[in-house]
C-alpha cells in the first residue's frame, strides 16, 4: 500500500483499536450467564457438551436433525407470507379459501417438529476408514424452576447397529459457581466420564 | 473497551444458531399473523377486533373498549343492532346502531345508522349523495366487548414514535435472546 508513513500508521493503529474493541467471536471467553435463568443454563451447558465431544474427541457434527427443523420452520413461515400477500392482493371476502388452506397447515409444523430435545447427532470416523462411522446422540433436559439437569447420551455402533444409552443427572450447581460463570473442567470430567463409559461397554461386550 | 454483555449469547452462535433466531422472530411474527387470519376466515369479518374510537355509542361503548365483530351472510341485519361499518372512501370503521332498514324480497337491504350518544342520524358522515348504507359497507356485527383495553391502540396511533420504539424493543429482545 502506498501510503505516506503517518498515514500507515494511523490506519494501523485505527484497525487495532476496532479490532481490540469490537472482536465478534469470543469462543474463547468463559461462559458467563444469569444462574437464575434456566434457559440459559440449560443452554450453555448444551454447548459446552458439544464442545466437548466436537474439539476432545473431534467427532463430526451432522446437521441433518437441525436443518430439517429449520426447514420445516421456514416453511411454514413462509405459509404465513403468503397468506398475507394473497390477502393484500384479493381483499378478504375471495381470498378467504387461501386463508383457511393457510391457516390450517401453519399448526401442522409444531406436530412434525420432534420433541426429543436431541442437540446434538455427531459422527465419530472409524480411524482406519475401513467400518462405517459410529453415530453419537446428545440429549438433555432441565424441568423448569428445577436444578437438575439431565444429560443422556447413545451411541449406535455402525458396524453391528448395536444401540446403547446412558445418561447422568445433576444439579445445575455443581457446574457453575457463584456468579454464573461454567466451570468446564468439572463439566469435561463428567462428560467424558459419559462418553467413556459408552465407549468402555462397546470394549467388554 | 465497550462489554456489551448482552450481545455475548449472540456472539457464540453459530451461523446455524444465528438462521435460528431470525426464524424465531419471524415464528413469532407469522403465529400472530395466523391467528388474526384465522379469527378472519372464522368470524368472516375482515376486521373481527376493532377498538371504539369515539364516545358517540355512551352509555354502551366507551372510547377505548375493544370490541369482537362477527359478519356471517346468513345472519340478516335487524334494526337495534349494533354494527360496525366503513364509508366508501374512508379507512375509519365507525360502531354506531341501526336506526331503519328497507329490505328487498332478495335480501338486498338499505339501512340507516345513528350513534346512540349523537342527536342526529349518520347521514352527515355518509359520501356526498348517499342517504342509505348496504350490505357490503358492514364490517361486522358486534358480539362481545371488553372494556378499556384499546386505549393502547389509541396511544399507539396518537404517538406513533411510541409504537415504533415498542416494537423495536421487541424485536431486538426476541432476536438476542436465545429460547
Same mark, same amino acid.
Given at each position: 500500500?502506498?501510503?505516506?508513513?503517518?498515514?500507515?500508521?494511523?490506519?494501523?493503529?485505527?484497525?487495532?483499536?476496532?479490532?481490540? @474493541? /469490537?472482536?465478534?467471536?469470543?469462543?474463547?471467553?468463559?461462559?458467563?450467564?444469569?444462574?437464575?435463568?434456566?434457559?440459559?443454563?440449560?443452554?450453555?451447558?448444551?454447548?459446552?457438551?458439544?464442545?466437548?465431544?466436537?474439539?476432545?474427541?473431534?467427532?463430526?457434527?451432522? !446437521?441433518?436433525?437441525?436443518?430439517?427443523?429449520?426447514?420445516?420452520? *421456514?416453511?411454514?413461515?413462509? !405459509?404465513?407470507?403468503?397468506?398475507?400477500?394473497?390477502?393484500?392482493?384479493?381483499?378478504?371476502?375471495?381470498?378467504?379459501?387461501?386463508?383457511?388452506?393457510?391457516?390450517?397447515?401453519?399448526?401442522?409444523?409444531?406436530?412434525?417438529?420432534?420433541?426429543?430435545?436431541? !442437540?446434538?447427532?455427531?459422527?465419530?470416523?472409524?480411524?482406519?476408514?475401513? &467400518?462405517?462411522?459410529?453415530?453419537?446422540?446428545?440429549?438433555?433436559?432441565?424441568?423448569?424452576? &428445577?436444578?437438575?439437569?439431565?444429560?443422556?447420551?447413545?451411541?449406535?455402533?455402525?458396524?453391528?447397529?448395536?444401540?446403547?444409552?446412558?445418561?447422568?443427572?445433576?444439579?445445575?450447581?455443581?457446574? !457453575?459457581?457463584?456468579?454464573?460463570?461454567?466451570?468446564?473442567?468439572?463439566?469435561?470430567?463428567?462428560?467424558?466420564?459419559?462418553?467413556?463409559? =459408552? *465407549?468402555?461397554?462397546?470394549?467388554?461386550? | 473497551? =465497550?462489554?456489551? &454483555? /448482552?450481545?455475548?449469547?449472540?456472539?457464540?452462535?453459530?451461523?446455524?444458531?444465528?438462521?435460528?433466531?431470525?426464524?424465531?422472530?419471524?415464528?413469532?411474527?407469522?403465529?400472530?399473523?395466523?391467528?388474526?387470519?384465522?379469527?378472519?376466515?372464522? *368470524?368472516?369479518?375482515?376486521?373481527? @377486533?376493532?377498538?371504539? =374510537?369515539?364516545?358517540?355509542?355512551?352509555?354502551?361503548?366507551?372510547?377505548?373498549?375493544?370490541? /369482537?365483530?362477527?359478519?356471517?351472510?346468513?345472519?340478516?341485519?335487524?334494526?337495534?343492532?349494533?354494527?360496525? /361499518?366503513?364509508?366508501?372512501?374512508?379507512?375509519?370503521?365507525?360502531?354506531?346502531?341501526?336506526?331503519?332498514?328497507?329490505?328487498?324480497?332478495?335480501?338486498? @337491504?338499505?339501512?340507516?345508522?345513528?350513534?346512540?350518544?349523537?342527536?342526529?342520524?349518520?347521514?352527515?358522515?355518509?359520501?356526498?349523495?348517499?342517504?342509505?348504507?348496504?350490505?357490503?359497507?358492514?364490517?361486522?356485527?358486534?358480539?362481545?366487548?371488553?372494556?378499556?383495553?384499546?386505549?393502547?391502540?389509541?396511544?399507539?396511533?396518537?404517538?406513533?414514535?411510541?409504537?415504533?420504539?415498542?416494537?423495536?424493543?421487541?424485536?431486538?429482545?426476541?432476536?438476542?435472546?436465545?429460547?
Amino acid at each position: 500500500m502506498n501510503l505516506k508513513p503517518g498515514r500507515r500508521k494511523k490506519n494501523c493503529l485505527t484497525h487495532l483499536t476496532v479490532k481490540c @474493541i /469490537f472482536q465478534w467471536r469470543i469462543d474463547e471467553k468463559p461462559v458467563k450467564i444469569d444462574k437464575w435463568d434456566g434457559a440459559a443454563v440449560k443452554n450453555s451447558l448444551d454447548d459446552a457438551a458439544k464442545k466437548v465431544l466436537i474439539e476432545k474427541y473431534g467427532y463430526v457434527e451432522n !446437521f441433518n436433525l437441525v436443518d430439517g427443523r429449520l426447514f420445516i420452520c *421456514t416453511v411454514s413461515c413462509l !405459509f404465513a407470507i403468503v397468506a398475507l400477500v394473497w390477502d393484500y392482493l384479493h381483499p378478504f371476502p375471495e381470498s378467504k379459501p387461501v386463508l383457511a388452506c393457510c391457516v390450517i397447515s401453519y399448526p401442522l409444523h409444531y406436530i412434525i417438529m420432534s420433541k426429543k430435545n436431541i !442437540f446434538l447427532v455427531a459422527v465419530q470416523k472409524d480411524p482406519a476408514g475401513m &467400518d462405517p462411522d459410529h453415530t453419537w446422540q446428545l440429549s438433555s433436559s432441565l424441568k423448569r424452576f &428445577d436444578d437438575q439437569y439431565t444429560l443422556k447420551a447413545s451411541f449406535t455402533d455402525g458396524k453391528t447397529k448395536q444401540y446403547r444409552e446412558t445418561e447422568f443427572t445433576k444439579s445445575v450447581g455443581v457446574f !457453575f459457581d457463584e456468579n454464573g460463570t461454567l466451570v468446564m473442567d468439572q463439566y469435561e470430567k463428567y462428560v467424558t466420564k459419559l462418553h467413556d463409559t =459408552l *465407549t468402555s461397554e462397546k470394549k467388554t461386550k | 473497551m =465497550l462489554s456489551l &454483555d /448482552f450481545l455475548d449469547d449472540v456472539r457464540r452462535m453459530n451461523k446455524r444458531q444465528l438462521y435460528y433466531q431470525v426464524l424465531n422472530f419471524g415464528m413469532i411474527v407469522s403465529s400472530a399473523l395466523m391467528i388474526w387470519k384465522g379469527l378472519m376466515v372464522v *368470524t368472516g369479518s375482515e376486521s373481527p @377486533i376493532v377498538v371504539v =374510537l369515539s364516545g358517540s355509542m355512551e352509555p354502551a361503548f366507551h372510547r377505548g373498549d375493544l370490541l /369482537f365483530l362477527t359478519n356471517h351472510v346468513e345472519e340478516p341485519i335487524r334494526v337495534g343492532e349494533i354494527v360496525v /361499518f366503513k364509508i366508501e372512501g374512508r379507512d375509519i370503521p365507525i360502531v354506531h346502531r341501526v336506526l331503519k332498514i328497507h329490505e328487498k324480497e332478495n335480501g338486498d @337491504i338499505k339501512f340507516l345508522t345513528k350513534g346512540d350518544n349523537n342527536s342526529v342520524d349518520d347521514r352527515g358522515l355518509y359520501k356526498r349523495g348517499q342517504h342509505w348504507l348496504e350490505k357490503k359497507d358492514v364490517v361486522g356485527r358486534a358480539r362481545g366487548f371488553v372494556p378499556y383495553i384499546g386505549i393502547v391502540t389509541i396511544l399507539m396511533n396518537d404517538y406513533p414514535k411510541f409504537k415504533y420504539i415498542v416494537l423495536c424493543m421487541l424485536g431486538l429482545f426476541v432476536l438476542l435472546q436465545r429460547e
